[in-house]
Nanobody
């Protein structure tokens, strides 16, 4: 599976930004999907995950209530809507995939895409 994240850039704190992840190479609807991020000098951390059908997304506490993850199986796409971003959300955001959502939550995706940089200014 090939994954490519896009949509990053400069955002104002309190504004909004939407990231996209395009998947190809395998039956997308069989995979749970997730978002991860890595800030400069910090370890990679889990952000959000959704199951194959896109119901009941699961979020890290740090983004809960501000970020919304969704997927469109017809288009092989997942999205991360970032509302009210904070300066501490600045990071490179990656999307990942695995047959099991649990593996995404524990930072063990089977597939991992190139990231997109999000910079949030105050």
């Amino acid at each position: 599976v090939q994954l490519q994240a896009s949509g990053g850039g400069l955002a104002q704190a309190g504004g909004s930004l939407r990231l996209s992840c395009a998947a190809s190479g395998r039956t997308f609807s069989n995979l749970a999907m997730g978002w991860f991020r890595q800030a400069p000098g910090k370890e990679c951390e889990f952000v959000a995950a959704t199951n194959r059908g896109g119901s009941s997304p699961y979020y890290a506490d740090s983004v809960k209530g501000r970020f919304t993850m969704s997927r469109d199986n017809a288009k092989n796409m997942v999205y991360l809507q970032m509302d009210s971003p904070r300066v501490e959300d600045t990071a490179v955001y990656h999307c990942g995939a695995h047959q099991k959502m649990h593996n995404i939550v524990i930072l063990r995706p089977e597939y991992w895409g190139q990231g997109t940089l999000v910079t949030v200014s105050s």
